[in-house]
């Protein structure tokens, strides 16, 4: 691993987000174009109809979900809010975070699990809510605490919120499109649209348009999810960074990785749904089989190394 | 007319551009000045908290008066201190009566089962770690800030309505640098 410090590892992950981003953008454009294509039968009119539409659904489902605000995942999480006079030093590790940050100090939640883990939430720093269970909490040194903060704040601090919202909308649009599309075809509504504008195109091209559409619906789905799931590991990746940033001491938030990593206890209140938004993976057992590609979290080790390499 | 409308289109462009940097150019120069302001309110804050952390330790360890009168000079020496230089040396010499004042609690069970000195020693902690943090922020402000000033285009904004680069708030002597973590 070459020696770099967070600065250009920041700058990094940051460029390849946004490039990730744009791909999975003309995924969705391309996609909603073919399969308006196909279904208007060559009119590309009806194409950008059906894009825009999706396109719209996708936009009111974000708009929804980011202001839908993070009460729902907290009451699902067992959490209590805490004040400072319950937990003195949690309070003020984080006070000294926010400090370093230049934000303001987020709301704070204890989970009342064993388990050890944490989580970030929030759409922007000045609505940021921040929840640590019992277990990580009672198991860290100070330093490692402010380590594990650290890296939550900085997905506040990134927007990954937003970020995360964002893709989880467009890969459930894309997928809910691509089925819709095919369960057409199986019934049949595409041919019985082209006979009826039958115009002079030659069969053969719009066949194996159809065919390229089918094909793609297929793949595209499973493409989405494998760029949905490298991006969130950059983020996790950015987030470990910011902590170090925030920080300045590496060996805090890499020393709370290895203590949680040796952890075999699983989360009872953590589920698939919430999993991306936790430290590291709450379920073991899947981040153990999971193959790299599938999985939302990079792999423990990678992450303390990559942590250590950084000069601050 | 085409042309016409073209230099319109440029010079709107031109004019955006413009203000766009100057407010980011405003907005990066106040966010220095607040992080400034809240290195002092963290300073101040560790000089409130140490009376009442002496009151509490001369309940259990009255006889050890060098150690206790050691911190309170310092702190009144580091309220007293004009100047970053000066004000640095005397908090270097404040950090360290403090930290013989917490060795002090190892002798002394009684005190360091007293939970107002574990909360206090928690809070001292807590503002020295504070005080590190609003520099380190400081410093990264005026990082920011000076680097969005001698930037290309920014300079030439810059230079028109008088930004200054800040300097980094920095100890001279190696001697006195200390880390920004500290345990007592």
Redesign the interface.
């Known amino acids: 691993m070459p020696v770099e410090t967070f600065h250009t590892l920041i700058a990094r992950n940051k460029r390849n987000s946004f490039l990730l981003i744009f791909v999975f953008l003309l995924l969705f454009v391309g996609m909603g174009l073919l399969i308006g294509y196909v279904w208007g039968a060559g009119e590309m009119a009806f194409a950008w109809i059906v894009a825009g539409i999706a396109g719209t659904i996708a936009f009111i489902l974000i708009l929804l979900s980011y202001f839908g605000g993070p009460s729902a995942l907290l009451s699902l999480s067992r959490a209590r809010e805490l004040k400072k006079e319950d937990d003195?030093?949690l309070y003020?590790?984080i006070?000294?975070?926010s400090?370093?940050?230049?934000q303001p100090v987020p709301r704070i939640y204890l989970i009342n699990d064993t388990a050890m883990n944490a989580f970030a939430t929030g759409r922007n720093p000045k609505h940021a809510v921040v929840a640590i269970t019992v277990g990580l909490r009672q198991k860290l040194s100070?330093?490692e605490l402010?380590g594990v903060m650290a890296h939550e704040l900085s997905h506040v601090r990134h927007y990954d919120i937003l970020y995360a919202t964002l893709m989880a909308v467009m890969v459930g649009v894309l997928v809910m499109l691509c089925d819709v599309f095919l369960r057409s075809l199986w019934f049949g509504g595409g041919s019985r649209r082209r006979s009826r504008r039958s115009k002079s195109k030659g069969g053969g091209a719009e066949a194996i348009i159809l065919v390229i559409a089918i094909l793609l619906a297929i793949l595209a789905p499973i493409l989405a999810r494998i760029i949905h799931l490298a991006l969130s590991r950059q983020r996790e990746y950015l987030a470990d960074a910011g902590s170090v940033e925030l920080?300045?001491?590496p060996e805090g938030l890499a020393a709370a990785l290895a203590k949680i990593n040796g952890d075999t206890e699983v989360l009872e209140v953590a589920n698939r749904a919430t999993a991306p938004l936790y430290i590291v993976h709450p379920i073991k057992k899947f981040e153990a089989r999971a193959k790299k590609i599938f999985s939302t979290h990079p792999p423990i080790q990678d992450r303390i190394q990559r942590i250590l390499s950084l000069t601050v | 007319m085409v042309v016409l409308w073209v230099v319109l289109a440029v010079v709107a462009v031109l004019v955006l551009s413009f203000i766009v940097i100057y407010n980011g150019l405003v907005q990066k120069r106040i966010r220095c000045q607040e992080a400034w302001s809240q290195i002092d309110v963290q300073l101040k804050r560790r000089y409130d908290l140490i009376p009442n952390l002496v009151e509490t330790v001369k309940g259990y360890a009255s006889h050890e008066k060098e150690t206790l009168e050691r911190v309170i000079q310092a702190r009144n020496a580091a309220v007293a201190a004009d100047g970053v230089q000066q004000q640095a040396e005397a908090e270097n010499m404040l950090t360290g009566a403090l930290r013989q004042l917490f060795a002090l609690s190892e002798s002394y069970p009684n005190l360091k089962a007293n939970e107002n000195f574990a909360r206090l020693q928690e809070e001292l902690t807590s503002t020295e770690n504070r005080i590190g943090f609003a520099r380190q922020h400081y410093n990264d402000s005026t990082a920011i800030y000076n680097t969005a000033i001698q930037k290309f285009p920014n300079n030439m904004v810059a230079g028109m309505f008088g930004f200054q680069s800040r300097d980094f708030f920095e100890i001279e002597e190696p001697a006195q640098r200390e880390a920004p973590q500290v345990q007592f």
Request: charged share 30%; no cysteine; hydrophobic share 30%.
């Open positions: 003195p030093q003020n590790v006070e000294e975070l400090l370093a940050a230049g100070r330093d402010q920080t300045r001491n």
